[in-house]
C-alpha cells in the first residue's frame, strides 16, 4: 500500500463492513482464501483497484470470468480470465455453492476452464477453484446463473417447428422432427443426442417434495457433429411415460450416457407429446381429458394460491408504469413485436415480479391494443395466474420454486392437457381465473432530476442544490433506504457552475445486496455496483440478487425491484442522474427523508430528523437547513468510495459541504441575453427555468423540462382508476362489451327462443357499482315466439274462414246445379 494513501485507507476499512467471519486461511499480504476482504496488509475488496491497495496476486485468485453467465441446465463452459497455469493438467475442480463439483482442465496455452453445473435457481452463484483436485480451494468467483429463456439462441439447441413437437401425435401431426444446433458452440468430431425429463415428486408443501432432472434415455449416439439431426419418434418405454417434460442435450460422444456437469447444448423445455406412449399416439384427446380431469382433482386438494397473489392494474398504461411489481413477460412483450403466442388479442403481457410468499405463486396481466384487460372469463386469451411463478422465487431450489419448471409442472403442461390437447379449457380457465383490478391500488411516485429538483410522495416540489450525500427515503418496516451523490458539475471551460446534480444512487433493502448506479466518470454512461463491485451487462441484462432483480433493458435506465415491491428507476439525460421512487400502499406513514412522508398531506413533506417539520411556505435558503440536515452518515452510508477523490471529498470530508454556496431559485435569472430562448423552451417549467439560469446551458435545462414530463406522464399513468369488476351474461343469452373500468357499457341480449328481463344495458358507476344488474333470459316470451304466435293465430283464423267461405261457395253451386233439367 502507497504510505500517501494509508490514513484514509485506514479510515476506510473502519467504516465499510467485510463481506462475512474472517477467513480461516491465507497470508496476510496474498488473496488466497481472502477474496472480498479489505483487512490485512493489502486489500482483497473490489475497491482496491481505484485505491490502489490491492494485494499483487489479487488476479490470481479474486477471478474473472468469460463467459460469466449461463442456464441454469448447466453445461456451459468459461475460461478463467489472468490466470495462466504452467502446465496442463486434469486436477481443476470448479466447485459451485461449496457443494457442487465440476471437472476443469487446463489447455495447451495455460488457460483455465470449468462447466457450469446443472442448478436449481438462479442469482449469483459463488464459486471456488482447486487446482490440486479438490484439496484446496484458494480461488473465488462469482457464476452467474440465469433463467433457460433469458440466455442466447446461440447457446441452444434448436427444435425446428416446436409447435410439432408438442403436437407430435395428435390430429394431423405426424412424420419426422429435426433439432439444428451450433457446431462450433460445442467442439467436438461426434455427439450424443440425450433425452432428460423433469419432475417433481412428493407430497405437496412438504419437505418431501423436490424437484429432479433425469437422463432417460438417448436418441442417438455417436453421430457426426454437423449441426442437424432428423428422426421419426417412437413411442417412449413404459417406464419412461411418466416423464410429461423435459429438454434434449448434446454431449460429445466421448460421455458416458447421462454424465452430468459436462459440456453440453440444451434444447427449451417442452411438453414431450413425441415420447408419450401408444395410448397418446391411438386416442390423443381421451389421453389428455382424462389428464385434465387428474389435474383437476389435484388442484381441488392443494391451497388455494389465488388469496396470495396480487392483483392486476386496471389498464395497460398503469402495468407498465407499475414497473416495482410487474415486469414484461418475455412472451407477450410490446417493445418485442407483441408476439402473443398464448394470448391471442392481447399486445402486452406482465408478470407480478416478486413470488407470493407462502406458495411462490405469480399472477399474470394481459392486456389488449385498446389497454383494457383481457380476462379469462371473457376469452381464453386472457391472463392466468401461475402456481408456481416462472421466474421462481427464493430460496429456490425446492418445488413449486424452481425457475421455470415448477411453472412447466403446475400450470403450462395442464395447458396442454385441458386447452390444446382436449377441447377442456373451461376447466382450466375456472381454476386458473384472470384477476380483476377492484383491489388494485397503484404506487406512489416521487423523483428527483436536475440540479437537483424533488417532487415528494404528496406531491410537494422543491429544489435542493446541496453539494454532499443525502438520503432520499428512509422507510420503517422493510427498513429500505435510497441515498444519493450530488455534486457540481464542470462546465466546458473546466470551471465548476453553482448547480449540483445526482451522479451516484444507492439502495439496500433490509438485509438485501447493495445496487449503487452512478454515472461512469468522464464517460457520460451508467455504472452499476453490487456491493461495491462493478458489474458487467454484456451478456445479461436481468439479474437476481439477494433481495431484488435488476434490470437494464436500456443503456441509460436501471430498474431495481425490491421485494417489499418497492421499485427504484434510475436514469441519466443531460449531465446527472435522474431518480423515481414507486411505494406500495403500505409504506404510507413510514417514511422519511428528502423524497417527503408519504401520508396524504403534503404540509410535514419538509420533516428533519428530530421530527420537526418545516412549515410548506418555507423559503430554499431554509429548506437547504432541512436537505443538510438528511445528510448521509458514514456508519450507514450505501454509497462507495474507489477513488482518492471519492474518499477525500465525501468519506473524509463532510456529507454536506456548508462551504458550498448554492443558487436559490427566488434569486436566479437566466439574463437578457437568454431571456426570450428559455422563455420559449421552458414556458411555465420554473425547474427548467432555474437550471439554466444556474449553468447557463439551455441544454441543461432541456434535459430537465423532458425529465419533468417523464415525471409527469409516470405520475399521469399511475392514477387511480375505477372498476366496477367483471360483469356476467345472463344464462341463455349473450354480453357485449369487454371493459369493466368507469364509463363502460355492458349490453345484454338474448338466444333465440328467450327475452331480456331487465336492462338492456348496465353502465359503470364512479362509485364502483353497476348501474343495473345482469338481467335474466326467460323463455318462451320472446318478441319473436309473441309475433310467431300472433301471426300463426291470424294465419290460422284466416285459413278457416277460407275454408269457411270456400265450402260455402260449394254449397250453393250445387243446388243450382240440382234444378236443371
Not at 491497495?53 to 479474486?62: G, M, N
Not at 435542493?464 to 429500505?480: C, K, P
Amino acid at each position: 500500500m502507497k504510505p500517501s494513501l494509508l490514513p484514509w485507507a485506514l479510515l476506510l476499512l473502519a467504516t465499510r463492513p467485510g463481506p462475512g467471519p474472517r477467513p480461516a486461511a491465507g497470508a496476510q499480504g496474498s488473496c488466497a482464501h481472502r477474496c472480498g476482504f479489505q483487512d490485512g496488509l493489502c486489500s482483497c475488496h473490489p475497491t482496491c483497484f481505484g485505491l490502489a491497495s490491492c494485494c499483487s496476486d489479487i488476479r490470481d485468485f479474486c477471478l474473472e470470468i468469460s463467459p460469466y453467465s449461463g442456464s441454469i441446465m448447466g453445461g456451459k463452459a468459461f475460461v478463467v480470465q489472468h490466470l495462466n497455469w504452467s502446465s496442463p493438467t486434469d486436477s481443476v475442480i470448479c466447485s459451485f455453492k461449496e457443494s457442487i463439483q465440476t471437472r476443469g482442465f487446463v489447455d495447451a496455452s495455460g488457460r483455465v476452464h470449468c462447466v457450469s453445473p446443472l442448478l436449481y435457481e438462479t442469482g449469483r452463484i459463488p464459486f471456488s477453484l482447486s487446482m490440486d483436485n479438490g484439496r484446496s480451494f484458494p480461488r473465488s468467483g462469482t457464476w452467474l446463473a440465469v433463467h433457460p429463456s433469458k440466455v442466447s439462441e446461440s447457446e441452444k439447441s434448436h427444435l425446428v417447428n416446436e409447435t410439432r413437437w408438442q403436437y407430435y401425435g395428435t390430429a394431423g401431426t405426424q412424420g419426422n422432427l429435426s433439432l439444428t444446433w451450433n457446431t462450433l458452440t460445442l467442439p467436438t468430431t461426434s455427439v450424443s443426442i440425450e433425452l432428460w425429463g423433469y419432475e417433481e415428486t412428493g407430497k405437496p408443501y412438504s419437505q418431501e417434495w423436490t424437484a429432479a432432472w433425469s437422463y432417460l434415455y438417448s436418441l442417438a449416439t455417436d453421430i457426426t457433429n454437423s449441426g442437424s439431426f432428423t428422426f421419426t419418434p417412437k413411442p417412449a418405454a413404459q417406464n419412461y411415460q411418466r416423464w410429461k417434460v423435459g429438454a434434449l442435450r448434446i454431449v460429445s460422444s466421448k460421455q458416458h450416457a447421462g454424465e452430468k456437469d459436462v459440456h453440453a447444448l440444451w434444447s427449451n423445455e417442452h411438453a414431450l407429446a413425441w415420447h408419450l406412449g401408444d395410448d397418446f399416439r391411438a386416442d390423443p384427446v381421451a389421453w389428455a381429458r382424462a389428464q385434465c380431469l387428474a389435474w383437476e382433482e389435484l388442484e381441488d386438494q392443494l391451497p388455494n394460491f389465488l388469496e396470495e397473489v396480487p392483483d392486476c392494474p386496471c389498464t395497460l398504461a398503469q402495468a407498465r408504469a407499475d414497473s416495482g411489481r410487474f415486469q414484461a413477460d418475455y412472451g407477450c412483450d410490446l417493445e418485442h413485436g407483441s408476439v402473443c403466442t398464448y394470448h391471442p388479442g392481447a399486445v402486452h403481457c406482465v408478470r407480478s415480479v416478486q413470488a407470493s410468499p407462502l406458495y411462490g405463486s405469480g399472477q399474470q396481466c394481459c392486456y389488449t391494443a385498446a389497454g383494457t384487460q383481457l380476462l379469462t372469463a371473457d376469452s381464453t386469451s386472457g391472463s392466468t395466474p401461475d402456481r408456481g411463478h416462472d421466474w421462481g422465487a427464493p430460496p429456490y431450489r425446492v418445488p413449486p420454486r424452481v425457475p421455470g419448471l415448477s411453472h412447466w409442472i403446475y400450470d403450462v403442461l395442464s395447458f396442454y392437457y385441458c386447452c390444446l390437447w382436449a377441447p377442456e379449457c373451461p376447466r382450466y380457465m375456472r381454476r386458473r381465473p384472470s384477476s380483476d383490478c377492484r383491489s388494485y391500488r397503484p404506487p406512489r411516485l416521487a423523483s428527483a432530476f436536475g440540479d437537483p429538483h424533488f417532487v415528494t410522495f404528496d406531491g410537494t416540489n422543491f429544489t435542493f442544490n446541496g453539494r454532499g450525500e443525502y438520503v432520499l427515503l428512509e422507510a420503517s418496516g422493510t427498513d429500505l433506504r435510497v441515498q444519493a451523490r450530488a455534486q457540481t458539475r464542470m462546465t466546458p471551460e473546466g470551471s465548476q457552475d453553482r448547480g449540483t446534480g445526482l451522479t451516484a444512487v444507492a439502495v439496500q433493502e433490509g438485509g438485501s445486496d447493495v445496487v449503487e448506479v452512478r454515472l461512469r466518470e468522464g464517460a457520460g454512461a451508467l455504472q452499476v455496483l453490487v456491493n461495491q463491485e462493478v458489474l458487467s451487462f454484456e451478456e445479461q441484462s436481468w439479474m437476481d440478487l439477494k433481495g431484488m432483480f435488476l434490470s437494464v433493458t436500456v443503456a441509460d435506465r436501471v430498474s431495481v425491484m425490491l421485494s417489499s415491491g418497492a421499485g427504484v428507476e434510475v436514469s441519466v439525460q443531460g449531465p446527472f442522474l435522474s431518480v423515481a421512487v414507486l411505494l406500495p400502499e403500505k409504506f404510507l406513514t413510514h417514511t422519511r427523508g428528502l423524497l417527503g412522508t408519504l401520508n396524504d398531506d403534503p404540509a410535514d413533506d419538509f420533516t428533519l430528523r428530530s421530527g420537526q417539520a418545516l412549515p410548506p411556505g418555507s423559503s430554499s435558503r431554509e429548506l437547504s437547513r432541512f436537505g443538510a440536515d438528511w445528510a448521509v452518515e458514514n456508519a450507514s452510508s450505501l454509497l462507495t468510495y474507489d477513488s482518492k477523490s471519492l474518499v477525500d471529498s465525501f468519506l473524509l470530508g463532510p456529507k454536506h459541504d456548508p462551504s458550498f454556496l448554492p443558487l436559490f431559485p427566488e434569486e436566479t435569472a437566466s439574463g437578457p441575453s437568454l431571456e426570450s430562448e428559455v422563455a420559449e423552451l421552458c414556458g411555465d417549467d420554473s425547474f427548467c427555468r432555474f437550471d439554466v439560469a444556474a449553468t447557463g446551458s439551455l441544454s441543461v435545462g432541456n434535459a430537465t423540462r423532458l425529465l419533468h414530463r417523464r415525471h409527469l406522464r409516470h405520475a399521469q399513468s399511475l392514477q387511480p382508476v375505477v372498476s366496477c369488476g367483471w360483469l356476467a351474461p345472463p344464462a341463455n343469452g349473450h354480453k357485449q362489451g369487454v371493459s369493466y373500468l368507469v364509463g363502460a357499457t355492458v349490453r345484454f341480449g338474448c338466444e333465440s327462443g328467450y327475452s331480456l328481463a331487465g336492462a338492456e344495458v348496465s353502465t359503470c358507476q364512479a362509485d364502483g357499482t353497476w348501474s343495473r344488474p345482469t338481467p335474466t333470459c326467460q323463455p318462451g316470451r320472446s318478441y319473436a315466439v309473441l309475433l310467431g304466435i300472433i301471426f300463426g293465430g291470424l294465419a290460422v283464423v284466416a285459413l278457416v274462414a277460407l275454408v269457411y267461405v270456400f265450402l260455402c261457395r260449394r254449397r250453393s253451386n250445387t243446388a243450382v246445379w240440382g234444378s236443371q233439367p
